[in-house]
């Protein structure tokens, strides 16, 4: 397999903790998001992925996957060791429902392309981007830590004593939220979690620091 990715990119850190919770390989085609305009916006890396944004799965049988979601999900159903989602139908969508709340309603408002935006068409100086930033997972973490406080199977994770697909969405996101410095007092569950995942070498491998383009 092969996953484009870049260091910084909170979608591909997703893809990257799913590969290592579950013990597999996959050689990274590195596409640099900032040089020359981004990377992923030229050719040939938008002849794989159209809307040119990162992380892409090429599997060993040729299939082209984009969106973490979907990418996490065929990790999932190929490879059943080690499994990102419960048994149990209800439980399986409360994990996805926490993992969509990130992949969904925090990061799509806060990735690169719509912060070059603000700033480039509304001339949106860094303390307004932030504040920007600061809205939008505040608003996403409250419900998040809600949802926690209201979950059936309480444990060290989203979800029990096993990590889960939210815990691979979570944790990139919270790493957003303090590289920004957005408080995250108020939000005692989430800063729990994010704790005791990266106390586990498949979260601490994939972190940004630990990738081959990290600057």
Not at 95 to 102: I, K, N, P, Q
Not at 163 to 172: E, H, M
Not at 184 to 213: G, K, T, V, W, Y
Request: proline content about 7%; hydrophobic content about 45%; charged content about 20%.
């Amino acid at each position: 397999m092969q996953l484009s990715s870049y260091f910084r990119s909170s979608a591909a850190y997703r893809v990257r903790i799913a590969l290592n919770l579950k013990g597999l390989d996959a050689d990274l085609h590195l596409v640099h998001m900032l040089r020359d305009g981004g990377e992923h916006h030229k050719e040939p890396y938008k002849a794989l992925n159209p809307l040119g944004l990162i992380p892409t799965l090429v599997t060993d049988d040729g299939a082209v996957i984009t969106q973490s979601i979907a990418i996490c999900e065929y990790l999932d159903e190929a490879f059943p060791k080690s499994p990102l989602l419960p048994t149990d139908i209800n439980d399986r969508a409360y994990v996805r429902s926490l993992a969509s709340l990130v992949a969904c309603d925090i990061h799509p408002i806060n990735n690169l392309r719509v912060l070059k935006y603000i700033q480039n068409e509304f001339s949106a100086d860094n303390e307004q981007r932030n504040a920007w930033i600061d809205r939008w997972i505040s608003e996403g973490f409250t419900a998040f830590e809600t949802m926690l406080a209201n979950a059936r199977k309480a444990g060290p994770f989203c979800f029990g004593d096993t990590p889960t697909l939210a815990d691979a969405f979570l944790i990139p996101q919270v790493f957003n939220a303090m590289r920004f410095s957005v408080p995250l007092d108020r939000f005692p569950r989430i800063r729990a979690i994010n704790s005791a995942c990266l106390a586990l070498p498949a979260f601490e491998m994939a972190s940004p620091a630990r990738q081959p383009d990290a600057e």
